[in-house]
Nanobody, 115 residues
Framework: QVQLVESGGGLVQPGGSLRLSCVASGNIFDIATMAWYRQPPGKQRELVADITSSGRKDYGDSVKGRFTISRDNAKNTVYLQMNNLKPEDTAVYYC?????????WGQGTQVTVSS
């Protein structure tokens, strides 16, 4: 079972920035699709962004132009750079890994955007 550990969440003012990190255990990171999801209070979990093993990226409509997903295979780490944060970005952010044998979720990290 692959373990995922997120970090980088916190409290930020509107217009601010945060960078989330997710480190994966094991040796399948290179072949996995990595993604960030979020779950706002009282709402369903939604896809924020994903990146395939070849580097192809997709984003949710609400974050396009503000968030950037990237990966460092040498460090088994995926990042989510979040700029121009808005109160509606407040959520628990989860890291997800998917490969041909299944997937894993991280424990989540809280992001709160408030003045």
């Amino acid at each position: 079972q692959v373990q995922l550990v997120e970090s980088g969440g916190g409290l930020v003012q509107p217009g601010g920035s945060l960078r989330l990190s997710c480190v994966a255990s094991g040796n399948i990171f290179d072949i996995a699709t990595m993604a960030w999801y979020r779950q706002p209070p009282g709402k369903q979990r939604e896809l924020v962004a994903d990146i395939t093993s070849s580097g192809r990226k997709d984003y949710g409509d609400s974050v396009k132009g503000r968030f950037t997903i990237s990966r460092d295979n040498a460090k088994n780490t995926v990042y989510l750079q979040m700029n121009n944060l808005k109160p509606e970005d407040t959520a628990v952010y989860y890291c997800n890994l998917q490969y041909y044998r299944g997937g894993s979720w991280g424990q989540g990290t809280q992001v709160t955007v408030s003045s």
